[in-house]
């Protein structure tokens, strides 16, 4: 079974696959190599994901794509920011390409955003809500105290420890971003093996 990871961070959705080869696409050679190192099996391409998606999506079983959240979170309405920014509209452009073009199963993940959502969700999970072409029932996954605070190198322990991820490396990922945040951009493992399970793609391979 072949699957697909795009926008793949340090692959705390994939982290409970089992029985199939991952490809996974990450722009940030840092992130890259630590998830290199994390799943030492997986194909991993540093590079464009939403490039890459509408080259070779015809050649995977499943997909999951989690385009990057910020144009779309609450926090773009924060008081914190200054200027008003344009939605990347990568998001919606996958979800119609995979609606409409591929045969597999597919989910693409973003967080609740500050707008109401240009095409309706699949199903809304903690922070996060899906659109796929099968259905899942939501996950209770209980956030560690003071989620969003977490910011420092002992915030990151914690959301580690939370995760079961196990890395070295402090990376800040993007402007005005902490060590934390790489970590706060992951799916839970078991929410990630919980909709993989629910695809039954493994059955039908």
Request: charged residues 20%; neutral net charge.
């Amino acid at each position: 079974m072949e699957v697909l990871n795009l926008y793949a961070g340090l692959g705390g959705n994939r982290k409970n696959w089992k029985d199939c080869h991952v490809t996974a696409v990450e722009n940030n050679p840092q992130i890259a190599a630590i998830y290199s190192r994390l799943y030492p099996f997986d194909t991993v391409i540093v590079g464009d994901a939403h490039d890459y998606l509408e080259k070779n999506f015809r050649k995977f079983d499943f997909i999951w794509s989690s385009p990057p959240c910020q144009s779309h979170s609450k926090m773009m309405k924060a008081s914190r920011h200054d200027t008003a920014k344009y939605p990347d509209m990568k998001l919606y452009q996958e979800i119609i390409l995979l609606q409409n073009f591929f045969n597999g199963k597919w989910v693409v993940e973003n967080v609740r955003p500050y707008y109401t959502p240009l095409i309706t969700p699949t199903q809304t999970n903690a922070r996060h809500i899906f659109w796929s072409n099968f259905e899942f029932m939501a996950l209770d996954v209980p956030q560690p105290k003071g989620f969003i605070q977490q910011s420092t190198i002992k915030g990151k322990q914690v959301m580690m420890d939370w995760l079961g991820i196990q890395f070295d490396e402090v990376i800040y990922y993007g402007k005005n971003h902490c060590p934390v945040q790489i970590l706060r951009n992951c799916v839970h493992p078991a929410i990630g093996e919980h909709i993989f399970l629910s695809s039954n793609c493994l059955n039908e391979t």
